[in-house]
């Protein structure tokens, strides 16, 4: 093997170097039966990341504006906790959060569809960690989506 290839391998990750050495993973999202692409298919990486983005500067301007007297340590500790009140309130209740609904993203439970509240009450608790949904599985899913059996979809 060449050391270019070896190098390759790696740096596609292990999904790659599976499929290279022939086997059939399919397409994210196809163990849970969503389509592969579309309305209902698996959100991707950059559009999550832009929901976050969103979400995060929503909450820290609500905090600098209405809680704290300028930026600082006590600001982004606040934000954290409208984070977190703002994703149980409206992933329990609508699905999604204002940069979800932005992006066109949606909260679903794997198994009814419907995210029940304590269900969002587990998946906002592991997102605010920041760790869980940094390891993610082959269908693109973090850690606190498989804990709390939701999936994040494309509406």
């Given at each position: 093997m060449d050391n270019r290839q070896a190098i390759g391998s790696w740096l596609s990750g292990p999904r790659a170097a599976m499929e290279d050495a022939g086997a059939d993973l399919?397409?994210?999202?196809?163990?849970l039966g969503l389509p592969e692409q579309g309305p209902g298919s698996i959100a991707r990486p950059g559009?999550?990341?832009?929901?976050?983005?969103?979400?995060?500067?929503?909450?820290?301007?609500?905090?600098?504006?209405?809680?704290?007297?300028?930026?600082g340590q006590a600001?982004?500790?606040?934000?954290?906790l409208i984070f977190f009140?703002?994703?149980?309130?409206?992933?329990?209740?609508?699905?999604?959060?204002?940069?979800?609904?932005?992006?066109?993203?949606?909260v679903v439970?794997?198994?009814?569809?419907?995210?029940a509240p304590l269900r969002a009450l587990a998946r906002t608790s592991l997102l605010?960690?920041?760790l869980p949904p940094l390891?993610?599985?082959?269908?693109?899913?973090?850690?606190?989506?498989?804990?709390?059996k939701t999936v994040e979809i494309r509406i």
């Open positions: 399919g397409y994210r999202g196809q163990q559009r999550r990341l832009g929901a976050l983005a969103v979400d995060w500067g929503l909450c820290l301007l609500i905090a600098y504006g209405l809680i704290t007297d300028g930026y600001t982004g500790n606040w934000a954290l009140v703002l994703g149980v309130l409206t992933v329990g209740t609508v699905g999604s959060t204002p940069g979800k609904r932005l992006f066109g993203l949606r439970s794997v198994d009814t569809g419907r995210v605010c960690l920041a390891i993610w599985d082959r269908d693109g899913r973090g850690l606190h989506d498989r804990v709390a």
